[in-house]
């Protein structure tokens, strides 16, 4: 009886606060408007990998929005193939997020789209007055920023990136769907694996329109810490050799603290966790299970919940190849060894 | 009077054979005809960084139809940060060239897609079998090759790929323009470019539809000595380390003998020469004067020849990006190190 009497509740109160269908407009920061121009520019300077120091290594090397918005790896491998220390995030509803990188250290998508240009192990630039002398060097693009911004500036290149990626996302999921009253979108499967999520305690903190945890400011992010709890996981994937949120505040209180990623898309961007130790989703939820929330999952559950979070993968929209402009007669990673 | 008799009557049969308008359709291999199923999925697989083992390059890396069709570096970069030793050769227009590869070691594009995924410098796949069986584990890929191959294998992955690159060619360039009539076309300068191409011998070699030779069947490629004439070039740009297509035939007769590459789009795809030792078109076509037909050009010349093939650069055609398909809850690459 009590059993029946709490699923009940929660499950009453969960389809009004813990899940909610994806919009279709994300916040849009009142210093950076969106328009057409600042879209497509954005979208040419994400998949340019002239923002690398050698012209190897584009936004879209390690965020694909021609597949999942990440590329697949435990890591990513920037120039000179170094790799990472963390598993890329998707870029697919990235604007939904209150805080950016999986330590939050960027308080919004264009502060994010400042650092990998810099960052010595991934794009490889030496400052952010080489990449404006570059995309100045590049006629198209110094005609469209002076239209667009008044000038070329390291900024300005986020700022139309950050316009690119906010226009990046998937909606009519078959959760979606389901959500906005089409009960025959989602599988039993799966409807008995989002009760399950819910149940358990999956949904305390991945909730909200993107399951990364309640609507807060922007810039303000939704932390726990990962691992939680002490099991057998810990070793066996190397949970805690990151020291997460810590790496960027030194602060003791976020030790091991992560932003609560998004699950939206979840089936598609394997491998899982920060430090993309877990091939698969199966084992990830396992993972999460015990490590979150103290629980041994049995098969039958996990399979439910994972039937659940296949449900959460939205249609990505078609979009246009961009066309990077070119420098005739050079080129400007022709010199760089 | 004999300058202006020779000029007139090379004008004229220039005209006639040494210049001559892009095709907008290729010449297409009875055993692989076009279809847009076939397209389409050489598309994908094109821009698909799956084919390499760790998931870090695709056909696009070194090839970015988004922009010139090459990577802008001297040579490319392939898993693990490697160097190749040759400049990557646009794939825009690569449907018109006889043979495949600077040595031409390839007949067909069919055979040079089967080089890169097995070279361990670029894409590093062990074997055929590997690529194969990890495209089968692609559902997505394995129903789009069992409807139109009737099955998954290395040779169907490289006809879909070769389709899709006999869609990639780039009309309307002002010289065509030029040739199919409208004189405005193209400015004064390129046109005393185009005049002085071929009255110092430049179209000898550069003839055809696209410039890289007279039309030969397929697999019999059309090949230069380069260096042919001794000069300061050969010690500045290191032109004779790579000993050529000898290195693929080791016949003393292909010693320091390349394919002749096409000029079309050719101001996009600096740097120059078989080894991207020459930034500039400028100097590029200096160079060509002295080595190939022992001229020294000088500015107001080479300016005129820069000005003609900047009327090569043709219009690139607006594609959709493809959609790369899915490993619902688990990543191929994601166990790779």
């Not at 700022?159 to 078959?174: G, Q, V």
């Not at 990505?316 to 070119?326: A, E, G, H, K, N």
Request: charged share 20%; with cysteine.
């Amino acid at each position: 009886m009590r059993k029946t009497f709490l699923f009940v509740t929660m499950m009453a109160s969960g389809a009004a606060s813990a899940f909610e269908a994806l919009p279709m407009v994300p916040p849009i920061p009142a210093d950076n408007p969106m328009s057409a121009a600042k879209i497509e520019l954005g979208k040419q300077l994400y998949f340019d990998p002239r923002l690398s120091i050698d012209g190897t290594v584009s936004c879209n090397s390690c965020h694909n929005v021609m597949a999942t918005g990440t590329d697949s790896r435990p890591t990513s491998v920037g120039i000179d193939g170094q790799r990472g220390g963390r598993n890329a995030p998707t870029v697919w509803n990235s604007a939904f997020l209150s805080a950016q990188f999986w330590d939050g250290r960027a308080a919004t998508l264009e502060d994010q789209a400042k650092g990998p240009p810099l960052n010595p192990i991934e794009m490889g630039m030496p400052s952010e007055k080489a990449v404006v002398d570059r995309l100045t060097a590049i006629p198209g693009y110094k005609d469209q920023f002076n239209n667009i911004f008044g000038e070329v500036s390291y900024d300005a290149m986020a700022k139309a990136i950050a316009a690119y990626e906010r226009t990046l996302i998937t909606p009519n999921s078959t959760f979606d769907l389901y959500i906005k009253g089409n009960k025959a979108a989602m599988n039993d499967n799966a409807v008995a694996g989002m009760k399950l999520f819910e149940e358990i305690g999956c949904s305390g903190c991945h909730s909200g329109v993107n399951f990364s945890g309640p609507e807060l400011p922007i810039g303000q992010g939704f932390y726990q810490m990962f691992p939680s709890n002490e099991s057998k996981y810990t070793a066996k994937y190397d949970l805690k050799a990151d020291k997460g949120r810590y790496e960027a505040t030194k602060d003791e209180s976020d030790m091991h603290m992560w932003r609560v990623p998004t699950l939206r898309n979840v089936a598609l961007t394997a491998p899982y966790f920060h430090n993309g130790s877990v091939n698969t989703l199966p084992e990830a939820v396992r993972v999460m299970g015990k490590t979150q929330l103290d629980r041994t999952l049995n098969d039958k559950q996990v399979e439910k919940i994972v039937a659940f979070l296949e449900s959460l993968t939205g249609e990505f929209p078609v979009q246009t190849m961009p066309r990077l402009p070119d420098t005739s007669t050079t080129s400007l990673v022709g010199a760089v060894k």
